[in-house]
């Protein structure tokens, strides 16, 4: 029975290409914490994931034009990050660090075993390179637009569809590091077929949870032939592939599929390495959860959990995502590179956890884009800080009412449904009120 098992809490690494900002914290981050203190409240057995990821290529990207030496860079944001989550008290029960030699093992052998398994083949395809610097053309190496939606895109996600963006589907790639014209090249590599798993995939989503935005993914790639993604590529940044990918490196979103289904069997059965250990722990998983952006829709709902059953992991134990739409600062998009965003790091230390919390959990772009306003926390502060100091500013409303919306609040955390802006309102009302159940609803919430 679905939910009797395991609830597995995923969120993405953080990209060690800068440090965090509110805009992070505000996505899948912040959600995820209070969705997992909500589940651990109801009694269930919960795993969080959390992490950072430095084989993007771009972090070497920034390093480089930076001029710095990239190890010492992504071990700085590595730090930053960290520091970020726990000053946010968002808590984890695995923590993912590709430069932890246990991991590297972990998740090279898991994608050699499932090529071993036929379900990663190798296949001989056509890839494409700059023909002036050399480089394979994907991630950050690679621009040009996307052919689902006609937004300007880099390999990976495209931000402004959520589609699957790689130098052979963009219209008009070119090197984003020299202008380059691509020039094709065959090789060897595992590759995904997502067409072989259109059928557990369609299972999948005609019953778990996923917004009309993110479904619209779906259908858009059930509609045409579900591509093939190479799980490894020969290229210069990311880890190092062994056994049938000796010389590859593997793609970044494959490792962090795979990182994430390795960290979680280990936080299950401790020691197990490769796919046959994996998938018996993977059977304990009784709802397995994404907070995503919805830039990396094709990932979340077609990619990822086709790797996750190729893993083992039961399909009807795939419970859904929460995603999130982008959230703005003053209207204009958070950029770590224009430099316009409010670091995590410099707004917790100023500021009070728990109204940073409550705030964000109130105005995230969870059902549609949020704007952050300083003028705007603030006012929020004035109102919540005096009820959270038991003084009453607001006419409270009749108890009988307030303990049914706390309730309301309470019931709003369950993954199926989940809405924590919807239970920060009922927290306003239960500490008004001064009704039982408020102080439960507080500590999810503010993590204290
Ligand atoms: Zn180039
Ligand atoms: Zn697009």
Not at 329 to 334: P, Q, V
């Amino acid at each position: 029975m679905p939910g009797a098992g395991v609830t597995v809490v995923v969120v993405p690494p953080a990209t060690a290409n800068g440090p965090l900002h509110v805009g992070h914290l505000s996505g899948p981050y912040l959600a995820a914490d209070i969705a997992a203190r909500a589940a651990r409240a109801r009694g269930e057995r919960v795993v969080t994931t959390a992490g950072f990821d430095v084989h993007q290529n771009w972090v070497l990207t920034r390093a480089e034009k930076e001029g710095v030496d990239v190890e010492k860079m992504a071990a700085a944001y590595r730090d930053e990050i960290i520091g970020a989550l726990d000053a946010a008290r968002i808590r984890y029960d695995v923590f993912l660090d590709p430069q932890s030699a246990g991991y590297q093992r972990g998740v090279t052998t898991l994608a050699a075993d499932l090529t071993e398994a036929g379900r990663f083949p190798l296949r001989t395809i056509t890839l494409l390179a700059c023909e002036d610097c050399g480089r394979t053309l994907h991630q950050s190496y690679v621009v040009g637009t996307c052919s689902g939606c006609g937004s300007e895109a880099a390999g990976g996600g495209c931000e402004g569809c959520g589609g699957y963006t790689a130098a052979d589907n963009l219209i008009d790639a070119l090197c984003n590091r020299c202008g380059g014209k691509p020039k094709p090249f065959e090789a060897t590599v595992p590759v995904l077929s997502l067409e072989d798993y259109r059928e557990e995939l369609i299972d999948i989503w005609l019953r778990a949870e996923l917004p009309g935005r993110a479904r619209q993914i779906v259908t858009h790639y059930l509609e045409q032939r579900l591509p093939d993604v190479p799980i490894a590529y020969p290229t210069n940044w990311g880890l190092e592939g062994t056994g049938p990918h000796d010389g590859l490196r593997l793609e970044v979103y494959a490792e962090v599929g795979l990182s994430t289904v390795y960290g979680v069997a280990q936080s299950l059965r401790p020691g197990a390495v490769g796919l046959e250990e994996t998938s018996r722990a993977l059977a304990e998983v009784g709802s397995w959860w994404h907070f995503n952006g919805i830039d990396n829709g094709f990932y979340f709902t077609l990619f990822w959990p086709a790797m996750y059953v190729a893993c083992g992991v039961p399909r009807d134990g795939i419970g859904g995502a929460q995603v999130n739409e982008f959230y703005t600062l003053d209207g204009a998009k958070f950029s770590t590179s224009r430099n316009h965003a409010i670091w995590a790091n410099d707004f917790l230390r100023d500021e009070d956890v728990d109204i940073v919390r409550l705030y964000l959990a109130w105005d995230r772009p969870d059902r549609y884009a949020s704007d952050f306003t300083v003028a705007s926390y603030r006012e929020f502060e004035e109102q919540v800080r005096p009820l959270l100091d038991g003084a009453l500013r607001v006419p409270a409303m009749a108890s009988v009412l307030a303990e049914a919306d706390v309730r309301r609040g309470l019931a709003a955390l369950r993954l199926r449904g989940f809405d924590p802006a919807l239970a920060v309102r009922s927290l306003l009302i239960g500490l008004a009120a001064k009704v039982p159940g408020t102080d439960e609803l507080l500590s999810i919430l503010t993590g204290r």
